[in-house]
Every structure is written in C-alpha cells, then in structure tokens.
C-alpha cells in the first residue's frame, strides 16, 4: 500500500491529526468521562496513598493467622481508634492556637504599622516614586494626593468585584466540601477491596502480557509497589519525626503556636527541597513580629531538625531506594509546580520513581531478548 516509510509515516501522523481533531468535537462525550475520572481521582489518591501506608500492617495482623478480611477490620478499627484519639487530643490545641492566632492579627497589623511609620510618610512616598515599575504613575501625577486618589480608585474598583469573588469563593467552598465528602464516603471500601485483593493485581495484570514475558512483567510490577511503598511509609515517617521535633524546638524557645507551626512543618516537608522552606516560613515571620532574636532560634530550629533528618532520618529510612539526583528532582518540583501547583509538586518524586523503574525494567527485558 505505501512504497515508502516516509508514506508510511505521514499517513500514520496525518490519521493522528484527525483523530485528535475529531475528537475535539466531540467534547459534550468524552465530557462526562472527564467528570467521572476527575471525580475518583482524589478518593483514588488518597486510597492507594493509605494502601501502601498500612498494607505492612494487615499482612502483620494476618500472620498471626487470622483471615485477611478479620485483619482488614481490625486495622480499621485500630486507625478509627487512633484518628479519633489524636483529633480528641491534638484538636482542640489546634483550634485554640488558630484562635489565638486570629484574635492577635489586629495586633500584628499594628505592629507592622509601627514598623511602617518610623519612616516619615513623605520620605516613604518620594521612596516609592523613585522605583522603576511606578515610572509611568508617577509622571501622571504631580502630588500625593493624586497618588492616594489612584490608590482610593483601585479599592473601588476591588470592592465593586467583592460580590462576585464571594460567589465564586462560595461555589468553590462547596465543590471542596462535595469532593471531600465523597473522599470520606468512598475511601473505606476502595480501600478494603485494595488490602483485599491488591496482592493478586500483579498476578492478574500479566495475563494481557504475552505469556514468555509474563514473569517479567509481574517482577515489573512487584518492584514498582515496592518502590512506591518504600516512598510512600519512609515519607510519612520523616515527616511526623520532623513534625514532632520542630515542635518540640519551638516549645523549647517559647514559640507561640508551636504545634500548629510543628504540623504545618510536618506536612510540608513532604515536599523535597522546598517544603522544608515553605513550613519554616510562617514560623519565622510570627518570630519577626515579636523579635529578630525570636526569629534567629526558629531559623537555628529549623537547622538543627532538618540536619537531623537529612544525615540520620532519611538515609536510614529511605536510603538510596528512589537513587534520584538532587537536580533531578528539582526540576520535576518546578515542572510539576507549575502544572498542578501544590498537588503537583508532592506528586512529582514518586510518579517519576514508579515510571523510572517501570521504563528501567522494560529497556533491560528488550535488551535481554535482543541479546539472545
């Protein structure tokens, strides 16, 4: 049919193209597909993340003879127990300390105010009208009052689209609380059928494999859960240690609102390289506003902890199992950034290791049979 590969080709790229274009009209099907995948995809999320979490546990309980299923519910009813022992526990000092937080804002504001006035208010205007990304306001205007007036029309303008914003947050606010419902609703039983039947997915999966590379592909497979898995437990594991202890350092220098510093510290970590800025962050800011010195042991706290957990946590825990260079993981941070925000950059590291030692393992198994 084709005399030549370049026909070949272009016939193949040109069946592409419409493809592609016909599908873009076809949007009002594939729609409710969309909405269906987006709608699971978070449950999901959260499922497999607390799959290869407590995976380790259930086989555990199970090894002491008893039926997986008894063990699955035992697992559940020993996390309901701690769940609610920690949210009766740590909830209320949390909600307390976000209080206290909230009712010393005004205070804040105040002190920034101070800060703010002990320039004169005519020196800090001249300052500002100097600066090259105000050039073109400030030749339009000759006086600070001109200057207050763009100011005041900017507020105007804001609060006139207050309405709007309100709706919109309003819509968001009940998209999350319908997405997180669903989450609570749906979590427990795809769950259960994971712990379940998880083990046999690797088994199951080979069978759409040809069957001489079926042992490879279920070797693929196992290799790949074990890497997710060593991920997923090593992380949360550095992450509490460095939760716990960042909120130990900062009860020991008097920091207000350590544990919800500590937590905030604690979740964020599980960014690499970044979180680790991004928890320290707010600490060290409330630290400015009562003092430099309170600032300087948040920052030295925040040292010493991730010191801890940089030469002794993580190697011990984690090791080298991921073997993912520094830059390499920066990139994909900035990449998966940019694409899907926070979400993106906790997903980044362990979807790269899992399609690494997927795309490892095939390029060996086609080297092999190419050699033989």
Same mark, same amino acid.
């Given at each position: 049919?084709?005399? /030549?590969?370049?026909?070949?080709? *272009?016939?193949?790229?040109?069946?592409?193209? +419409?493809?592609?274009?016909?599908?873009?009209?076809? /949007?009002?099907?594939?729609?409710?597909?969309?909405?269906?995948? $987006?709608?699971?995809?978070?449950?999901?999320?959260?499922?497999?993340?607390?799959?290869?979490?407590?995976?380790?546990?259930?086989?555990?309980?199970?090894?002491? !003879?008893?039926?997986?299923?008894?063990?699955?519910?035992?697992?559940y009813v020993l996390f309901a127990g701690i769940v609610a022992l920690i949210i009766g526990w740590l909830g209320p000092v949390v909600v307390r300390q976000i209080d206290q937080f909230i009712n010393h804002v005004p205070d804040y504001m105040v002190i920034i105010k101070d800060l703010a006035d002990k320039t004169s208010h005519t020196e800090w205007f001249k300052w500002i009208m100097k600066q090259d990304y105000l050039e073109k306001i400030s030749d339009s205007m000759n006086s600070e009052q001109d200057f207050l007036n763009k100011i005041n029309d900017i507020l105007g303008s804001t609060a006139s689209s207050l309405t709007k914003n309100i709706t919109t947050g309003l819509q968001t606010a009940f998209s999350v609380l319908t997405s997180i419902t669903i989450t609570i609703i749906t979590v427990p039983f795809i769950l259960f059928y994971m712990f379940k039947d998880g083990r046999k997915f690797p088994e199951a999966a $080979?069978?759409?494999?040809? $069957?001489?590379?079926?042992?490879?592909?279920?070797?693929?497979? !196992?290799?790949?859960? *074990?890497?997710?898995?060593?991920?997923?437990?090593?992380?949360?594991?550095?992450?509490?240690?460095?939760?716990?202890?960042?909120?130990?350092g900062y009860l020991i220098i008097g920091q207000p609102y350590a544990l919800l510093l500590g937590i905030i510290a604690g979740v964020t970590n599980i960014i690499p390289y970044v979180g680790p800025f991004i928890g320290a962050a707010p600490a060290v800011i409330v630290a400015l506003l009562i003092s430099p010195a309170k600032a300087l042991f948040v920052i030295l706290v925040v040292v010493i902890v991730q010191q801890l957990d940089g030469n002794i946590m993580s190697p011990l825990i984690i090791g080298k199992k991921l073997d993912l260079h520094p830059l390499t993981i920066i990139i994909l941070l900035l990449?998966?950034?940019?694409?899907?925000?926070?979400?993106?950059?906790?997903?980044?590291?362990?979807?790269?290791?899992? +399609? !690494?030692?997927?795309?490892?393992n095939l390029y060996r198994l086609w080297k092999l049979r190419t050699e033989t």
């Open positions: 049919m084709f005399k /030549t590969k370049l026909q070949m080709w *272009t016939f193949e790229i040109l069946m592409i193209v +419409v493809i592609l274009f016909v599908c873009t009209k076809l /949007t009002f099907i594939f729609q409710p597909i969309f909405t269906f995948i $987006s709608t699971l995809f978070f449950p999901f999320l959260v499922s497999t993340f607390l799959y290869f979490l407590l995976n380790p546990v259930v086989n555990t309980i199970q090894r002491a !003879k008893i039926p997986r299923t008894v063990a699955i519910l035992i697992l $080979s069978r759409f494999v040809p $069957s001489h590379y079926r042992q490879e592909g279920i070797n693929i497979l !196992k290799e790949t859960a *074990t890497t997710l898995g060593t991920y997923i437990q090593g992380q949360t594991i550095v992450c509490l240690f460095v939760g716990t202890f960042t909120f130990i990449v998966a950034g940019n694409l899907a925000g926070i979400l993106g950059m906790i997903l980044a590291v362990p979807v790269y290791a899992v +399609v !690494k030692t997927v795309v490892v």
